[in-house]
């Protein structure tokens, strides 16, 4: 068998959070769950943060089946308006530029909390600042952590609602954080030994137009890969993103973004990528996964 036919048997999924942002598994859990799954190879990309991953390999250390943990990260960015998520794969996560880089996000994290608190104040609810904030516990804090206390303490009805309401762009409630540029999110990936992924390219709620300025950016700051398979992508769209793939010579990568179980989204479901394009793994060293 040839090392290509192998690698298409590997369940291969690259994109999935933890409770160390907001995923709602620890770490343990999720590596459980990958293995329940069936899934070989899995990424671990938190928001702004490796803190999963220590915890996660030495869980699987116990396991006896094998599974291959990437080291990851979901790098936040801003890019003319728009919030872009750059997906950092098989970085070191001791790597002291990318921890400096990650600890200036969680200052921005924490500035937006702040900021989300004190407009959610002038809507009625007070308080929710720190509870979301202890709720993120030693993680990132993020709007899926003020949407949980809004829903459990505060009687709005779901997180759903939270979004549409407050939380989402240009709602009540939004704040617009200053995130950094892709190509500083693209270049401390890179100096962490890892690939830069432009992430669900589908869901940033913009035209093809700037979807195609978007990519062609992301290829001038050096970027790797695009996510070419990722949930809720239309057939429309996927043709787009796997033609801007070829066309701007990225790497494709797969994730299923698992945040929790759910009828939409399961680790390992739904990753396979297009046969005419490479994949981000075809130079990988699989050995470890058995
Ligand atoms: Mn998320
Ligand atoms: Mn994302
Ligand atoms: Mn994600």
Redesign the pocket.
């Known amino acids: 068998m040839s090392t290509e036919n192998f690698q298409k048997q590997l369940k291969i999924d690259l994109h999935s959070h933890t409770q160390l942002s907001d995923g709602q598994l620890s770490p343990e859990e999720l590596i459980a769950r990958a293995h329940t799954m069936q899934v070989d190879v899995l990424a671990i990309t938190d928001h702004d943060t490796v803190a999963a991953l220590e915890s996660a390999h030495a869980f699987q250390s116990k396991q006896n089946r094998p599974l291959t943990i990437v080291n990851g990260v979901?790098i936040s960015c801003s890019w003319h308006g728009f919030d872009i998520?750059i997906v950092g794969l098989n970085i070191d996560p001791a790597h002291s530029n990318l921890n400096k880089f990650l600890a200036n996000q969680a200052d921005i994290r924490h500035d937006r909390a702040i900021k989300m608190g004190e407009k959610l104040v002038k809507c009625g609810f007070d308080g929710v600042t720190e509870k979301a904030l202890a709720l993120a516990g030693k993680g990132q804090v993020t709007r899926a952590h003020f949407a949980r206390v809004l829903v459990a303490d505060y009687h709005v009805a779901s997180m759903d609602k939270v979004f549409k309401k407050y939380l989402g762009k240009g709602k009540r409630a939004f704040y617009k954080a200053r995130w950094p540029e892709i190509k500083n999110a693209v270049a401390v990936i890179q100096q962490a030994g890892g690939q830069a992924v432009l992430?669900?390219p589908a869901h940033y709620d913009m035209t093809t137009k700037w979807l195609r300025r978007l990519v062609n950016d992301f290829r001038e700051a050096n970027g790797d890969a695009i996510e070419t398979v990722f949930p809720g992508i239309a057939a429309d769209k996927r043709q787009i993103i796997n033609e801007l793939a070829k066309e701007h010579n990225l790497l494709a990568s797969a994730g299923s973004?698992f945040h929790f179980p759910s009828r939409w989204t399961e680790l390992g479901r739904n990753v396979q990528i297009d046969d005419a394009l490479t994949p981000v793994w075809h130079n990988w060293n699989f050995a470890h996964s058995g």
């Open positions: 979901e998520h992430a669900h973004d």
